[in-house]
């Protein structure tokens, strides 16, 4: 009886194994499935959109077009072609009916985008690669068409690739200085110069891009009225492609000041007493170096660290108010979350102290937060 007992025992789990590996089965084909069927939606979107579309031979475009990419975009390679036919040719100038031809990368043929009006003569220059670029924001590539300019400004026409071709972001409302390229931020934004009418006014827009529409939206703005700082950024941003103005991409919270009591300065990855050398060598586009009271220092576009001498290790380490945009009596109502807070006497700076660490919000006379600042006590 026993024994028929422990049989019956064993059948009956051998039949729940069954049972359950053919429903692990069954869950794993279906997910499969749903896997499959996802990736045959993601490839319904073809690379080019063929339809309606006037095409050319690539091997023609290669050898002949005046401007050449090759660029990604989402999951899809491309080659990308302006040209014209019959571009008329005067010293180092091509002037003709120019339009962009989009294809698959290594495709032999190559389809035209409506993006350029076709009755419009553009004029480029050669070796000029900044009167037609690529901008990369996200997981979508743009491009940036120099259609007029003036002795200061260019205007620019903004287009990108969208389900397997080129349509227009923005149509020549947006300017930018002649002399410094539109920049590229960690490939997720981009920003324009202008200058505010005659005066020394300096004016950065920085943009993102709203992907369900593909178009352009204004993240942050500022102006700088200052003569001298205004004439720094001018010439640092002339000095190196990767160097852009701070803008709003941080809010002042509880979670940043969690960090911050750990030693970890709001908006960086790198922890006080990492050594400065380490941090020079992983970001390598830095504007200044040199020293203050505060001792040597490294500036960067969206932070500057402060250093020990002797060691190398960072110290301190502030960053722009331009990236939080926020004042002095609210980052004092987020400090009073984290313990007591104190002013200094002339009341533009409040302190948050920590076991470790100090925190100071450093504000201008208009009570906005120009520097926030950690350092070690």
Same mark, same amino acid.
């Given at each position: 009886?026993?024994?028929?007992?422990?049989? /019956?025992?064993?059948?009956?789990?051998?039949?729940? #194994?069954?049972? %359950?590996?053919? &429903?692990?089965?069954?869950? %794993?084909?279906?997910?499969?499935?749903?896997?499959? *069927?996802?990736?045959?939606?993601?490839?319904? /979107?073809?690379?080019?959109?063929?339809?309606?579309?006037?095409?050319?031979?690539?091997?023609?475009?290669?050898?002949?077009?005046?401007?050449?990419?090759?660029?990604?975009?989402? *999951?899809?390679?491309?080659?990308? +072609?302006?040209?014209?036919?019959?571009?008329?040719?005067?010293?180092?100038?091509? &002037?003709?009916?120019?339009?962009?031809?989009?294809?698959?990368?290594?495709?032999?043929?190559?389809?035209?985008?409506?993006?350029?009006?076709?009755?419009?003569? +553009?004029?480029?220059?050669?070796?000029? *690669?900044?009167?037609?670029?690529?901008?990369?924001?996200?997981?979508?590539?743009?491009?940036?068409?120099?259609?007029? #300019?003036?002795?200061?400004? %260019?205007?620019?026409?903004?287009?990108?690739?969208?389900?397997?071709?080129?349509?227009?972001?923005?149509?020549? *409302?947006?300017?930018?200085?002649? @002399?410094?390229?539109?920049?590229?931020?960690?490939?997720?934004?981009?920003?324009?110069?202008?200058?505010? #009418?005659?005066?020394?006014?300096?004016?950065?827009?920085?943009?993102?891009?709203?992907? =369900?529409?593909?178009?352009?939206?204004?993240?942050?703005?500022?102006?700088?009225?200052?003569?001298?700082?205004?004439?720094?950024?001018?010439?640092?941003?002339?000095?190196?492609?990767?160097?852009?103005?701070? +803008?709003?991409?941080? @809010?002042?919270?509880?979670?940043?000041?969690?960090?911050?009591?750990?030693?970890? $300065?709001?908006?960086?990855?790198?922890?006080?007493?990492?050594?400065?050398?380490?941090?020079?060598?992983?970001?390598?586009?830095?504007?200044?170096?040199? /020293?203050?009271?505060?001792?040597?220092?490294?500036?960067? $576009?969206?932070?500057?660290?402060?250093?020990?001498? =002797?060691?190398?290790? /960072?110290?301190?380490?502030?960053?722009?108010? @331009?990236?939080?945009?926020? %004042?002095?009596? @609210?980052?004092?109502?987020?400090?009073?979350?984290?313990?007591?807070?104190?002013?200094?006497?002339?009341?533009?700076?409040?302190?948050?102290?920590?076991?470790?660490?100090?925190?100071?919000?450093?504000?201008?006379? &208009?009570?906005?937060?120009?520097?926030?600042?950690?350092?070690?006590?």
């Amino acid at each position: 009886m026993k024994k028929f007992y422990i049989t /019956v025992c064993l059948l009956l789990l051998t039949a729940c #194994s069954y049972d %359950t590996i053919a &429903s692990i089965k069954t869950e %794993t084909l279906s997910e499969t499935e749903e896997a499959k *069927d996802e990736a045959v939606a993601e490839k319904a /979107v073809p690379a080019v959109v063929t339809e309606g579309k006037e095409k050319m031979d690539t091997v023609t475009l290669k050898e002949e077009s005046l401007f050449k990419y090759e660029v990604k975009d989402a *999951d899809y390679n491309y080659n990308v +072609f302006v040209y014209a036919e019959n571009a008329e040719k005067k010293d180092v100038f091509y &002037s003709g009916h120019y339009a962009f031809y989009l294809a698959e990368k290594d495709s032999t043929v190559a389809y035209k985008q409506n993006v350029l009006k076709a009755e419009e003569i +553009f004029t480029f220059k050669t070796g000029n *690669d900044e009167q037609i670029y690529p901008l990369k924001v996200g997981n979508k590539t743009i491009f940036a068409v120099a259609e007029q #300019s003036d002795e200061v400004h %260019t205007q620019y026409l903004f287009t990108g690739i969208d389900n397997g071709e080129l349509k227009l972001i923005s149509q020549g *409302d947006i300017k930018s200085l002649n @002399d410094i390229k539109i920049r590229n931020i960690n490939q997720k934004y981009i920003q324009t110069i202008r200058r505010v #009418s005659s005066s020394d006014s300096i004016q950065f827009t920085t943009w993102g891009i709203e992907k =369900e529409t593909l178009k352009l939206v204004e993240q942050d703005k500022e102006t700088i009225t200052d003569k001298e700082e205004a004439a720094f950024w001018l010439n640092s941003l002339r000095e190196k492609n990767a160097f852009y103005y701070p +803008f709003k991409d941080l @809010d002042l919270n509880a979670d940043l000041l969690a960090k911050a009591k750990q030693g970890i $300065p709001v908006g960086s990855p790198y922890p006080l007493g990492t050594n400065i050398q380490e941090i020079k060598k992983s970001e390598p586009n830095y504007m200044q170096e040199g /020293v203050k009271e505060d001792g040597p220092y490294v500036m960067y $576009p969206e932070i500057t660290y402060y250093y020990n001498a =002797e060691d190398s290790k /960072v110290t301190a380490a502030e960053i722009p108010g @331009d990236r939080l945009r926020t %004042t002095l009596a @609210d980052a004092e109502e987020i400090f009073r979350q984290f313990g007591e807070t104190s002013k200094n006497d002339t009341g533009t700076s409040i302190y948050l102290n920590t076991e470790k660490y100090q925190i100071e919000a450093v504000a201008d006379q &208009s009570n906005e937060v120009k520097w926030l600042r950690l350092k070690r006590r």
